[in-house]
């Protein structure tokens, strides 16, 4: 899974766009729950997505790299 992460001026998650080769039913399905998580609160969703744990383990980590590059860019 590799994620783009868009954000405002404030540093805000506005969007996140996703490239991945999991299945559309279980997946990418759990993909946009965890997106939609994300955005809402702000923050990568701890918990997994039943069925999709490699999923959402993938999302957290390719989340965190994500967001470890955007602050060193500043």
Known sequence: VFVSVNVDAEGNIV???TMHEETPEI???ALDDLIAETI?????PADAI???T????????AMQQALEE???QG
């Open 27 to 29: 997946g990418g399905a």
């Open 40 to 44: 809402k609160t702000q923050t990568v």
């Open 50 to 52: 039943s069925g999709a």
């Open 54 to 61: 490699e999923t959402s383990e993938a999302y957290r980590a």
């Open 70 to 72: 955007m602050q060193k």
């Open 15 to 17: 969007s996140i766009d």
